[in-house]
């Protein structure tokens, strides 16, 4: 007899509850409000609310915070204010706002923000360089830009003799590539296709003109358009469009860093890279949720079928057609908890399981395959009667 009752009960179950265990895997968005990464002691908000972006019942929150200044607040609830301190030792010191998550059933969650405290006493003062002229942090603050514009200006031939040029970019003067980047990002072309984007108009204005005024502001006007785009495609799940987004942003990082356009680039980047990586999440979570009504369908008309099959019918072709489609199925399965487990450890011995499951159904499938049949359209339609 083949088809192990006890096995395929467990097999519903495990895939059942695959949406509730991952979602609270992996990275936590948080906001914060108001949104202010660099803040000034002397001028800028006394306090900050953070709130952890997550939804679910028998969540446990736990708050911790990394630098000078304190959390005001219930750090088991889902939000704290932030307290900056009033004066530092050093001229700017980095506060980084950490948040572990747990559900009811043991999964786990991590979410960061990081700040910038800027403390202009006249001390530190002498020592802190003007917003728009702070190096990323692995560099040293230049003179002026022209080393920075340099770099910037190799980079970006480099860049081109790797990916290709864009023919169309050479041919164009300064007004035309402002104009063509203009459109290129109406057109949501920010930094993809390669070639084809604004970005690449903006990297042909720096060849030109390394020193053009307009360019850097440009760039980073770029970047907060498409990290807000990012971020409100992620409020409404929609996660194809929120992983377009801060994949189009991370491409155009590292030119807006070379030119210096935003001191807190770095640390944008480690957010943006971060929400990345949630939405890849939640998009497997969205998939483990849609195959779930066919896996019970299908589960269901195997089990049908084994029933028959018992009884004495000759139901071999559709029960081969089930397996296939239950083993693909599985397949699937193992496969992005095999991808969630690369944040969340625990997650591995749920693949671990999946794959046993499969394991089994193929081996039922070759045997009865050996018996002589291979399932076809036929048995589907009968099946289904």
Not at 61 to 85: C, M, N, Q, T
Not at 163 to 191: M, N, P, Y
Not at 239 to 247: F, G, I, L, Q
Request: glycine share 8%; net charge negative; proline share 5%.
């Amino acid at each position: 007899m083949f088809g192990n009752g006890r096995l395929w009960m467990m097999t519903l179950a495990a895939v059942c509850a695959l949406a509730a265990s991952a979602a609270a895997q992996s990275a936590v968005m948080m906001s914060l409000r108001p949104d202010i990464r660099r803040i000034s002691l002397d001028t800028g908000p006394k306090k900050l609310m953070i709130e952890a972006l997550a939804g679910g019942e028998g969540l446990t929150f736990d708050w911790r915070l990394e630098g000078p200044g304190r959390l005001v607040g219930d750090k088991g609830s889902a939000d704290i204010d932030y307290i900056p301190p009033d004066h530092l030792n050093a001229a700017t010191e980095t506060v980084s706002v950490r948040l572990s998550i747990r559900s009811r059933d043991g999964q786990t969650g991590q979410g960061r923000i990081d700040l910038i405290l800027v403390d202009p006493t006249p001390g530190g003062a002498d020592r802190v360089a003007p917003p728009d002229r702070v190096a990323p942090p692995d560099r040293e603050a230049p003179e002026d830009r022209e080393p920075t514009l340099e770099a910037g200006k190799k980079a970006v031939e480099k860049k081109e003799k790797e990916a290709g040029k864009d023919r169309i970019v050479e041919t164009l003067s300064l007004g035309q590539l402002f104009k063509l980047a203009a459109e290129r990002e109406k057109r949501e072309r920010f930094a993809a296709p390669e070639g084809k984007s604004a970005l690449t108009a903006y990297r042909e204005i720096l060849r030109q003109a390394p020193a053009h005024p307009g360019v850097r502001r440009k760039i980073g006007q770029l970047l907060r358009t498409v990290k807000t785009a990012g971020d409100r495609a992620m409020e409404r799940s929609d996660y194809t469009r929120a992983r377009s987004m801060y994949e189009q942003y991370l491409a155009a990082a590292p030119l807006a860093e070379r030119v210096g356009e935003n001191p807190l680039i770095g640390i944008e980047r480690r957010e943006v890279a971060d929400r990345l990586k949630a939405v890849e999440s939640f998009s497997r979570v969205r998939r483990l949720e849609a195959l779930r009504p066919g896996f019970e369908k299908e589960f269901e008309s195997y089990r049908a079928l084994l029933e028959r099959e018992n009884r004495g019918q000759d139901v071999m072709g559709p029960i081969i057609s089930r397996l296939r489609v239950l083993v693909s199925d599985l397949a699937e399965i193992e496969s992005i908890y095999r991808h969630l487990a690369e944040d969340e450890p625990a997650v591995s011995e749920k693949a671990d399981r999946v794959a046993e499951m499969r394991d089994q159904l193929e081996n039922e499938l070759d045997i009865r395959r050996s018996r002589g049949f291979d399932g076809d359209a036929d048995g589907v339609e009968e099946a289904t009667q």
